[in-house]
C-alpha cells in the first residue's frame, strides 16, 4: 500500500517539477506539490507541527513540510543539489515520529529525490536522479 502511495507522490512530484521546472522559492513548490497531491485524490497536511522530545520532555519542534495520509513526511529543497545535511534533516524528523517513509525532494537544476525508511533504527535510502 506505502509503496503504491509513493508511486503516486512521485508521479505527482515530477508533474509539478515539468510544470514549474527550476527556480522558484520551496514554499512555490511546496503549494504546487499540495495542490497536485489533492487533485490526485490524495490526503496531505502542509506545514504540520511536530514535537521533538529528548529524555520524555519536548525540547523543541519543527514544521513538516508535508504529511501524507499520516503516514509519508515529504521535505521539499529547491537547492542546486541535495546534501548529506538534507537527508539527515530528513531521518531526524522521521525518528521524531511514528512515521516511517520520507520522501526528499529536490526542485533543483535536475530533479532529485531520495526515499528514507526508518524502521527499528535501521535506514534505507533509496536515490533517484534525472537529467
Request: with cysteine.
Amino acid at each position: 500500500m506505502q509503496e503504491h502511495l509513493t508511486s503516486r507522490i512521485i508521479k505527482a512530484y515530477y508533474t509539478v517539477y515539468n510544470k514549474l521546472g527550476y527556480g522558484f522559492l520551496e514554499k512555490v513548490y511546496e503549494n504546487a506539490l499540495v495542490l497536485e497531491l489533492r487533485r490526485n485524490g490524495i490526503s496531505c497536511k502542509p506545514q504540520q507541527q511536530v514535537k521533538v522530545f529528548y529524555c520524555d520532555t519536548q525540547v523543541g519542534f519543527y514544521m513538516a513540510d508535508i504529511i501524507v495520509e499520516n503516514s509519508i513526511i515529504i521535505e521539499i529543497k529547491a537547492a542546486e543539489s541535495l546534501c548529506e545535511q538534507h537527508e539527515y534533516q530528513l531521518i531526524n524528523y522521521l525518528r521524531a515520529t511514528e512515521i516511517e517513509i520520507g520522501l526528499l525532494l529536490n526542485f533543483g537544476k535536475s530533479p532529485q529525490l531520495k526515499r528514507k525508511i526508518v524502521t527499528n533504527k535501521v535506514i534505507e535510502t533509496i536515490e533517484e536522479n534525472r537529467e
